[in-house]
């Protein structure tokens, strides 16, 4: 079923709000997992020390330190404006704006990225062509793979299913749709962009499983929605047993664990 304007709209509205809470929670624990995929984006988008580069969502700023760290100049960009201040503390320079509507000219910059982002986006072709249109060179994009494919993240579902997520979060785009390489593909040509590129890469982190559940719970968007909507002693419950299915999963030895993460990077030129 096709979500209707009005429903998009308000998913958008909801999660930008919800990122004004969760920010802190998020940068304080979650940026090494995203850092897993900085530099695959980085190349996908031919960004060197000679690049002017755009790097829309860009949270506390992961990605953008990472370009800046190749000799980039960089302008990072995010829509919540808690997260705005965390990449500004970072010393970036870090405006608050939509993808939809970039307030840069057209050919404004070298290279354009974006690391999970269009699965977010309730339109998410509109925000590749806002991508393509201030960029002269490669745009692009990273998306989380499928959850059987990544389960630094993908464990959480068989979790969560059993709760009332209706409830806790508005209807909104699937958030796997484009860890299908053909989809990913039309969404960037959809965008205006030519010879298109996909690629995987593929890392791990190892954290203690009872943290990076409550990382989870504490600071994203959707999932953490769904857990914080859990009665207390159901939510415990989740814990005790995402602890139990990780470490006998991806144990590594001193209450750790080890989980595979994979993101799914597309890139192409502007036509």
């Known amino acids: 079923m096709t979500d209707t304007d009005g429903q998009l709209d308000a998913f958008a509205a909801w999660e930008r709000g919800t990122w004004e809470t969760r920010s ?21 988008a031919e960004v060197t020390s000679a690049t002017t580069v755009l790097d829309v969502a860009t ?35 870090a405006r608050q704006a939509k993808v939809e ?6 050919d404004a910059f070298d290279a ?6 269009v699965n977010h986006l309730p339109r998410p072709a509109e925000g590749v062509a806002e991508l393509a249109r201030v ?19 993908g464990l959480f579902g068989p979790l969560t299913q059993a709760l009332d997520m209706p409830d806790s979060v ?21 965008g205006g962009l030519l010879d298109v590129r996909i690629l995987r890469v593929r890392w791990a982190v190892t954290v203690d499983p009872g943290a ?33 299915t990780a470490r006998a999963s991806y144990g590594s030895g001193g209450g750790l664990v080890t989980l595979p ?5 597309g890139s192409g030129r502007p036509a």
Do not use: C, K
């Open 135 to 153: 960029s002269t060179g490669r745009v692009a994009v990273s998306v989380w793979d499928l959850p059987a494919a990544n389960p630094a993240l």
């Open 101 to 106: 509507r970039l307030p840069f000219d057209t």
């Open 24 to 44: 802190a929670a998020y940068a304080a624990s979650l940026t090494e997992l995203t850092r897993g995929a900085a530099d695959a984006l980085l190349d996908a």
């Open 59 to 93: 949270g506390p700023g992961v990605v953008a330190i990472a370009a800046r760290e190749r000799g980039a100049e960089v302008i990072a960009v995010y829509q919540s404006g808690a997260m705005v201040a965390l990449a500004r503390s970072a010393g970036l320079d």
């Open 261 to 265: 993460a994979t993101a799914v990077v």
């Open 212 to 244: 990076w559940f409550d990382a989870i719970a504490e600071g994203t968007p959707r999932t953490g929605a769904v857990l914080a909507a859990a009665p207390p002693e159901q939510l415990a419950d989740l814990r005790m047993r995402y602890v139990a």
């Open 170 to 190: 508005p209807t909104g785009p699937d958030s796997s749709l484009y860890a299908d390489d053909a989809r990913l593909t039309a969404l960037l040509v959809a």
């Open 112 to 117: 354009a990225v974006a690391g999970f982002l």
